[in-house]
């Protein structure tokens, strides 16, 4: 298993997280099978991302999709965003 974690600022947590949930079937399609959401405690736009994956190939192959590029732009992105893989220990 892998994990996917990205960083990165939105300019409005509510649209962010309405363009978050409407991209649910396609993140499915490519792959993803869990994910969780964290705001920061003292910046309710700071967000970390998770996604879990079968495979580490697969997880690189989602963080670097055109949907989800076209998904972050549409959600009001505002920073570059810092993207780290994991796998289970």
């Known amino acids: 298993m892998a994990t996917l974690f990205v960083r990165h600022t939105v300019a409005d947590?509510?649209?962010?997280?309405?363009?978050?949930?409407?991209?649910?079937?396609?993140?499915?399609?490519l792959g993803v099978t869990g994910k969780a959401v964290y705001q920061a405690a003292d910046d309710a736009n700071d967000i970390t991302v998770t996604h879990d994956f079968a495979t580490?190939?697969?997880a690189r192959a989602f963080a670097g999709s055109p949907e989800l590029k076209s998904a972050m732009h549409d959600a009001g992105v505002t920073s570059a965003p810092t993207i780290w893989f994991t796998t289970r220990a």
């Open 13 to 29: 947590y509510a649209v962010w997280r309405r363009i978050f949930d409407d991209f649910a079937p396609t993140q499915q399609a």
């Open 56 to 58: 580490l190939e697969a």
